[in-house]
Nanobody, 115 residues
Framework: QVQLVESGGGSVQPGGSLRLSCAAS????????MGWYRQAPGKQRELVAV???????NYADSVKGRFTISRHGAPNTVYLQMNSLEPEDTAVYYC?????????WGQGTQVTVSS
């Protein structure tokens, strides 16, 4: 079993910054990818950024240049630094981990950007 613990969501004004973190624990043998998705009210869940170990990093076009995904820090932890936040970034952000062909999701953390 794999557990994902997310933190760092909250409310911020447009132009502000937030940093999300996701720590994976449990039966972790080989993480293939860690990343973040988000789901706004009435919309489908969408990719924000993903770090594929040993391969590459991908970002949604809407966040390029503003968001940075990284894994430098605690073991089995991925971070999402979000700068220049816009109201359109308001959503529930979900951590996603892929291990040996299986996909695991975090419980989600709310990010609200509003003046």
């Amino acid at each position: 079993q794999v557990q994902l613990v997310e933190s760092g969501g909250g409310s911020v004004q447009p132009g502000g910054s937030l940093r999300l973190s996701c720590a994976a624990s449990g039966s972790i043998f080989s993480i293939n990818a860690m990343g973040w998705y988000r789901q706004a009210p009435g919309k489908q869940r969408e990719l924000v950024a993903v770090f594929a170990y040993g391969v590459n990093t991908n970002y949604a076009d809407s966040v390029k240049g503003r968001f940075t995904i990284s894994r430098h820090g605690a073991p089995n932890t991925v971070y999402l630094q979000m700068n220049s936040l816009e109201p359109e970034d308001t959503a529930v952000y979900y951590c996603n981990v892929q291990i040996l062909g299986k996909t695991y999701w975090g419980q989600g953390t709310q990010v609200t950007v509003s003046s």
